[in-house]
Structure formats: C-alpha cells, structure tokens
C-alpha cells in the first residue's frame, strides 16, 4: 500500500510540475534565452516541490528530489533519443531539463522550513 502511495505522489507531483512547466513555457515563449528555458523548470521545481512536501512531509524531500530525476531523465530521453536533437552548442541550453532534481529539492526544503518557523513559536 505505501508503495502505490509514493506512486501516486511521486505522479502527481510530476503532473502538477509538467502542467506549471507548460504553463510558464507558453507565457514567455518569445526567444530562446537561458532565463526563458530554465525559468519555467524553476517555477514547475518549486511548485512540484511544494505538493511532494504536502503529501508526505517525513518524505516531501526524497519523494520531490526522486520526482526532479524522473522528469530530468524522461524530457532528455524524450529530447535526445526520442526526437534525436543533437546537443547543440550551449550546452546549459541543451541540458536545460538537469535543474528539475535542484528546484524539486528546493521547493520541498523551502516549503518545510516555512512550515517549521510557524509552527515554532
């Protein structure tokens, strides 16, 4: 039972994570600039974060850095073996998808950390 749980967390933070990255992508979807690629995957990481760490706070940080490293492996499967894009030459540009695990993470760190100075005092 708890592994279907981690499942459906982990999948529904992937979801909520994919939804915002579109989200984003398509409000500033002008140039292709480092701001403009990896400022969706930092607003998705955090906000992805944020619902990992609601689910399950004992393991809101695991489960959101676990879901990071899903979506970072599948969109550069998806990318590089799927539609065969060749690395180009910037390479932050190309690996763009590598920051989900960073700002996943941050999301549920910072999520928990303002959860624990409320709750405090």
């Not at 992508?25 to 690629?37: I, K, M, Q």
């Not at 879901?67 to 180009?88: C, E, K, N, Q, S």
Request: hydrophobic content about 60%.
């Amino acid at each position: 039972m708890n592994t279907l749980l981690l499942f459906l967390r982990t999948a529904v933070a992937a979801c909520l994570g994919l939804l915002v990255w579109v989200l984003v992508r398509d409000a500033f979807a002008t140039e292709e600039s480092l701001l403009t690629v990896t400022l969706p995957v930092w607003v998705a990481g955090l906000a992805g974060g944020v619902v990992s760490a609601l689910f399950a706070p004992r393991q809101g940080i695991a489960l959101a850095f676990t879901t990071g490293v899903i979506m970072a492996v599948l969109f550069l499967a998806f990318r590089h073996l799927y539609l065969g894009l060749p690395l180009g030459a910037n390479t932050l540009l190309t690996l763009w998808p590598m920051w989900f695990p960073v700002a996943y993470y941050l999301g549920a760190y910072g999520y928990l950390t303002l959860l624990q100075r409320l709750y405090r005092k």
